[in-house]
T-cell receptor, first 107, second 114 residues
């Protein structure tokens, strides 16, 4: 099956800093999603982005499908951005998740 | 649209007991997924339904696990003869049909087997 690798595994940022999270995957996909899991365990869908670039406020994502990677950019980080960010991919159902990047934003 | 609802939020059970969890998807979503997440790991796929049909089951879904989605609406996940290794967060997600589109997850049911 598809392998998903996320880096870095852990990241600590000062409030206001920018960051880039990376997701590499082992096969071609037609579905790629980024999620944020908050400290209470709720998974929030950030982007559905099998290719191209999208932006939503301080967050943006780019997927280069031909090179099998995706990037999630967080700008001007806030303490509420803390949590675990997951990349999940699929050629067909279901989504396969990476192990996530744990982000801690400190004031 | 109130999102995906899961009940209960927490369940503590003794080893060997049976437990059942419920998931109510977004009403217009015809695909429903069950995932399991243990500490420090990403969610792992268990099974999914297209309407009332169970289309795929993971090898993680041992014969002690069973899932149903009668009438293509809510779904239940039952674990029989629970073991300590079943302790995890059980997550439900729904989406519109097809292999594309965003998943919407519920808040999960955290199971602790003592």
């Amino acid at each position: 099956g598809i392998q998903v690798e996320q880096s870095p595994p852990d990241l600590i940022l000062q409030e206001g800093a920018n960051s880039t999270l990376r997701c590499n995957f082992s096969d071609s996909v037609n579905n790629l999603q980024w999620f944020h899991q908050n400290p209470w365990g709720q998974l929030i869908n950030l982007f559905y982005i099998p290719s191209g670039t999208k932006q939503n406020g301080r967050l943006s994502a780019t997927t280069v499908a031909t090179e099998r990677y995706s990037l999630l950019y967080i700008s001007s980080s806030q303490t509420t951005d803390s949590g675990v960010y997951f990349c999940a991919v699929a050629r067909s159902t279901p989504l396969v998740f990476g192990k996530g990047t744990r982000l801690s934003v400190i004031a | 649209d109130t999102g995906v609802s899961q009940n209960p939020r927490h369940k503590i059970t003794k080893r060997g007991q049976n437990v059942t969890f419920r998931c109510d998807p977004i009403s217009e979503h015809n695909r429903l997924y069950w995932y399991r997440q243990t500490l420090g790991q990403g969610p792992e796929f268990l099974t999914y339904f297209q309407n009332e049909a169970q289309l795929e089951k993971s090898r993680l879904l041992s014969d002690r696990f069973s899932a149903e989605r009668p009438k293509g609406s809510f779904s239940t996940l039952e674990i029989q003869r629970t073991e300590q290794g079943d302790s995890a967060m059980y997550l439900c997600a729904s989406t519109t049909g097809g292999d594309s589109g965003g998943y919407t997850f519920g808040s999960g049911t955290r199971l602790t087997v003592v």
